[in-house]
């Protein structure tokens, strides 16, 4: 018998999972809702929708069609919220370029998504002035001016405000393929150029329905219509974990900080009532080192802390200030959400209990299949002891990366998505990341490719053999540090070392977050049984140990 399909009327609606259908409801139940940005700017929902419509007019105003992708450099504000719907809407591809890459690379990845169309906020004018020249596909750039009155820039069509002022609130949207993508951004990869992954409309309506159950369970008293939302995450990455799309859906009062300011995120949050954020936990400790100057209070403020681990540590010292915390992992490949940390079952609440089980990477939220899977992908027992490495399958993992035929294929190895992170799993489900396959170090939530840094290093002189790796730093998550052997009668310095970075710094290459903590050297680097470097062992080598990074958490 072949497969049955429901009769339809004529004209039964065929509902697309767009994203635009994410507004449906909370234009309904919350059209008296606010949005606010910094201390500048506060507008409701239903004006909100107004702006999307305004922004869409005035990209396809500029040109801007179906397809096309359409830049934005921006920090966290309601641009950058109207952008994520408006963009996505017209039916043309939203990139949030990541600001913090080096400007080479940006140039590399506008050029690689072919982005015709950039919004631009004042802070980034000189790296514009600097790669603009490199960037000949792009037609038209909108600068933000941000509340202030300065000259635009020459290249600019205009100023956000404005241009959105003067533009029609009614775009004609039109329904399409829920299977059109809706965003593209890129992550660094362990070689090369960044990569980029793409999202379709469909996947990110199903990762914001799943993603708002767990936020709702994991906590006694959920996510709910009195939560007051700010991102503490970049809204060029990853979507800032889908949680826009989630608050945006559920009509929540939202508040945006724009550039990560300690002392405007702390006032926003007493002014506006903030209870509901998420960050990488270089900013929570910023966040509780700004408290502690000022006294501000951060009790009930719950926050999901992703990106990189969550030690008990910082986990203890923001509960002593009375916030509410657990732990979510993800990827940039996967949208990024896969997993979000809850108690035990049957677990009672405490401190050193919540400690070891909130920080842990979670339980896979609705839709996601975890495997922890050894040697050809034989499947290692859900104990929470064996280790294998975690793969994935969830309806919203990215299915390539953009152009990268080889790159993909092994991201998708036997039909699971290779997450690179090693991990145990639990018969409850509770996954803890152990190791990482990648040979990448992530640093205050940003990625540095070791091996390019290992290439630079290679040709100073004095140093016969370089490994760079990455090692616990208390406020940084990880920061790199070099392990040379010395060529015979030399003795490398670090300044040496850092100096070919420095000159990649300066001509906009890498990032300065690559720029080398320390020099360790050795007699000879320790080898794999296939003779790669062993940098799992030269990482436990020279890690700070656990009790000198507690302290330095607390001083
Ligand atoms: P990104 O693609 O920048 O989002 O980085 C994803 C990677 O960050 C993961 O593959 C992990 O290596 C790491 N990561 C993210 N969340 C966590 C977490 N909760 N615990 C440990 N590592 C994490």
């Given at each position: 018998m072949p497969l049955r399909f429901a009769e339809r009327a004529d004209e039964a609606y065929s509902f697309?999972?767009?994203?635009?259908?994410?507004l449906d409801a909370a234009l309904t139940t919350s059209g008296d809702q606010e949005i606010v940005y910094r201390d500048q700017l506060r507008f409701t929902y239903r004006e909100l929708r107004q702006r999307i419509g305004r922004l869409a007019s005035l990209l396809s105003d500029l040109g801007?069609?179906?397809?096309m992708t359409i830049g934005v450099m921006d920090w966290d504000s309601h641009r950058y919220l109207e952008a994520y719907f408006a963009i996505p809407m017209m039916g043309a591809v939203l990139q949030t370029v990541?600001?913090?890459?080096s400007p080479q690379q940006i140039a590399y990845t506008l050029n690689h998504a072919s982005a015709e169309i950039l919004l631009v906020h004042r802070d980034f004018f000189p790296l514009i002035d600097a790669i603009l020249p490199a960037l000949?596909?792009?037609?038209a750039i909108v600068a933000i001016m941000d509340g202030t009155d300065g000259p635009l820039p020459a290249?600019?069509?205009?100023?956000y405000e404005a241009l959105s002022a003067a533009a029609s609130p009614d775009f004609p949207f039109r329904d399409f393929d829920?299977?059109?993508?809706?965003t593209t951004f890129y992550t660094t990869g362990t070689t090369g150029n960044p990569k980029g992954v793409a999202f379709s409309h469909r996947q990110l309506v199903l990762h914001t329905l799943a993603c708002n159950a767990p936020f709702g369970v994991?906590?006694?008293?959920?996510?709910?219509?009195?939560d007051v939302y700010m991102p503490?995450?970049?809204?060029?990455?990853?979507?800032?974990?889908g949680v826009p799309y989630i608050a945006t859906m559920l009509g929540l009062k939202q508040v945006y900080p724009g550039r990560y300011e300690p002392g405007m995120i702390l006032k926003l949050r007493a002014q506006e009532g903030v209870s509901f954020s998420h960050c990488v936990p270089t900013i929570l400790q910023m966040l509780l080192a700004g408290a502690d100057q000022t006294g501000a209070d951060l009790s009930d403020w719950f926050m999901i802390i992703g990106g990189a681990a969550l030690t008990p540590a910082l986990y203890r010292e923001a509960r002593r200030k009375g916030m509410e915390l657990v732990a979510g992992y993800g990827m940039s490949e996967t949208a990024p959400t896969l997993s979000i940390a809850r108690r035990r079952r049957g677990e009672e609440a405490g401190l050193e209990a919540d400690a070891t089980t909130l920080t842990m990477a979670g339980v896979p939220v609705p839709l996601v299949s975890a495997r922890i899977v050894g040697e050809g992908m034989a499947d290692r027992p859900a104990d929470g002891e064996a280790r294998g490495e975690l793969v994935i399958r969830a309806p919203?993992?990215?299915?390539?990366?953009?152009?990268d035929p080889e790159a993909s294929q092994a991201l998708w190895r036997g039909g699971w998505l290779h997450t690179q992170d090693v991990a145990s799993i639990d018969a409850q489900g509770h996954i803890q990341i152990r190791?990482?396959?990648?040979?990448v170090i992530k640093t205050g939530g940003e990625w540095i490719c070791s091996l390019s840094i290992e290439e630079l290093i290679a040709?100073?002189?004095?140093?016969a053999e370089v490994a760079v790796i990455g090692v616990p730093d208390a406020r940084w998550g990880e920061r790199p540090i070099a392990v040379a052997v010395a060529r015979p009668d030399s003795a490398p310095t670090l300044e040496a070392v850092n100096a070919p970075l420095e000159r990649a710094v300066e001509t906009g290459?890498?990032?300065?977050?690559?720029?080398?903590d320390r020099l360790e050297l050795v007699e000879a680097m320790p080898r794999t049984?296939?003779?790669?470097?062993?940098k799992k062992a030269l990482r436990a080598r020279f890690a700070i140990p656990a009790a000198e990074m507690a302290m330095a958490v607390k001083a």
């Open positions: 697309p999972l767009t994203i635009g259908h994410l801007a069609d179906e397809g990541n600001v913090r890459l000949p596909g792009v037609k290249y600019a069509k205009g100023e829920e299977n059109a993508i809706a994991t906590r006694q008293r959920g996510l709910g219509v009195e503490l995450t970049p809204m060029f990455h990853v979507h800032a974990w919203w993992l990215t299915q390539s990366y953009t152009g190791d990482r396959l990648k040979d040709g100073v002189e004095g140093v290459r890498i990032s300065r977050y690559a720029l080398l049984s296939v003779g790669k470097v062993d």
